[in-house]
Antibody
Framework: QVQLVESGGGVVQPGRSLRLSCAAS????????VHWVRQAPGKGLEWVAV????????YYADSVKGRFTISRDNSKNTLYLQMDSLKAEDTAVYYC?????????WGQGTLVTVSS | SYELTQPPSVSVSPGQTARITCSGD??????AYWYQQKSGQAPVLVIY???KRPSGIPERFSGSSSGTKATLTISGAPEADEGDYYC???????????FGGGTKLTVL
């Protein structure tokens, strides 16, 4: 079965960096684009970024553009989100997800807390 | 940046029809998708491509889109349908996705 397992969350100070990972299994990872979506505590869903199946196309929400970088390693079936210059407003649960517009699968999420 | 606008809350009595709207300038050319999220759970897709129901979603869920507004309709909503509903779509380029702000549905 399809599984997406995020890791790498934690507490980080403002201005610092963090890298999230999402390990995929149960499907041919290299055939699919994959998204990052976040949800701040008590708030709504926010789309963060998407990467095409081969990594050639990447798109970001304005709120993270220039600070976050999405990437993937198809040989390791893993999606990444490099988060730099973190702000308090980046505090959220971060989900990786595939097939958001068709047959969606979501990971369980990893919590990122940006606080001094 | 592109935005999708939803009412913050909708309230109906059990068995009534709930309608949740989503407004966005690109909706005349881009599909709307609807997610349901219950407290502490992952979102569930209830409508895709404006009006299609995924397998396993009850027939009481339906969607429509006209002009710059998409609508999720829940006919005869039971209390179990309480939760947050989000519309989801892309901007006119098709590359940047966005969620609406979410609508809290209360069935009471």
């Amino acid at each position: 079965q399809v599984q997406l397992v995020e890791s790498g969350g934690g507490v980080v100070q403002p201005g610092r960096s963090l890298r999230l990972s999402c390990a995929a299994s149960g499907f041919t990872f290299s055939d699919y684009g994959v998204h990052w979506v976040r949800q701040a505590p008590g708030k709504g869903l926010e789309w963060v970024a998407v990467i095409s199946y081969d990594g050639s196309d990447k798109y970001y929400a304005d709120s993270v553009k220039g600070r976050f970088t999405i990437s993937r390693d198809n040989s390791k079936n893993t999606l990444y989100l490099q988060m730099d210059s973190l702000k308090a407003e980046d505090t959220a649960v971060y989900y990786c997800a595939k097939g958001l517009a068709t047959n969606p699968y979501w990971g369980q999420g990893t919590l990122v807390t940006v606080s001094s | 940046s592109y935005e999708l606008t939803q009412p913050p809350s909708v309230s109906v009595s059990p068995g009534q029809t709930a309608r949740i709207t989503c407004s966005g300038d690109a909706l005349p050319k881009k599909y709307a998708y609807w997610y349901q999220q219950k407290s502490g759970q992952a979102p569930v897709l209830v409508i895709y491509e404006d009006n299609k129901r995924p397998s396993g979603i009850p027939e009481r869920f339906s969607g429509s889109s006209s002009g710059t507004k998409a609508t999720l309709t829940i006919s005869g909503a039971p209390e179990a349908d309480e939760g947050d509903y989000y519309c989801f779509s892309t901007d006119s380029s098709g590359n940047h996705w966005v969620f609406g702000g979410g609508t809290k549905l209360t069935v009471l």
